[in-house]
T-cell receptor, first 109, second 112 residues
């Protein structure tokens, strides 16, 4: 069965510190993975997807098939990065997504 | 203004009553979805529809029903059979073949 695991419910860092939000997945085949973000009082939105290999707002995520991981990283956290982050996996044969339980990132000044 | 609109934002209902949540999109997307978001649970798929007049159950469909009579609309009914209906409900849509989902602002349903 497909599964997405985000082991941390909450990650608290200081401004300027590096950030790594962990995501591990369980999937047989070639996975398609995403990070979604939900800022306070805003709707859930796509942050990045592994296929495009782009960097959005300074965040990057590399797919590691050996470790079945898709961790989200940023070298220097900003206060505006404080939000709820969800890792998601495309379901085989469908356009639906399986989401992890989410990690709340708090960046303090 | 293009996007997905969910209404109402907040909804209160008495236990045992059915309630329908509205979701409308003007993005010309074929696929629409309903997710339930609970603290510490992430998002769980209730129902989805890839085309008009067709829909499939997600992981937690029991106690819910949907219809897809128009491309733009995908209402969700929370029935009295749903044992724990108090939650935040999110509607989303996407184009065929693209899994980037565009989400609505959500409806917070409280059953008392």
């Amino acid at each position: 069965a497909q599964r997405v695991t985000q082991p941390e419910k909450l990650l608290s860092v200081f401004k300027g510190a590096p950030v790594e939000l962990k995501c591990n997945y369980s999937y047989s085949g070639s996975p398609e993975l995403f990070w979604y973000v939900q800022y306070s009082r805003q709707r859930l939105q796509l942050l990045l997807r592994h296929i495009s290999r782009e960097s959005i707002k300074g965040f990057t995520a590399d797919l590691n098939k050996g470790e079945t991981s898709f961790h989200l990283k940023k070298p220097f956290a900003q206060e505006e990065d404080s939000a709820m982050y969800y890792c998601a996996l495309k379901n085989s044969g469908y356009s639906t997504l399986t989401f992890g339980k989410g990690t709340m990132l708090l960046v303090s000044p | 203004d293009g996007g997905i609109t969910q209404s109402p934002k907040y909804l209160f209902r008495k236990e045992g009553q059915n309630v329908t949540l509205s979701c409308e999109q003007n993005l010309n997307h074929d696929a629409m979805y309903w997710y339930r978001q609970d603290p510490g649970q992430g998002l769980r798929l209730i129902y989805y529809s890839q085309i008009v007049n067709d829909f499939q159950k997600g992981d937690i469909a029991e106690g819910y029903s949907v219809s897809r009579e128009k491309k733009e609309s995908f209402p969700l009914t929370v029935t009295s059979a749903q044992k724990n209906p108090t939650a935040f409900y999110l509607c989303a849509s996407s184009t065929e073949g693209d899994t980037e989902a565009f989400f609505g602002q959500g409806t917070r349903l409280t059953v008392v």
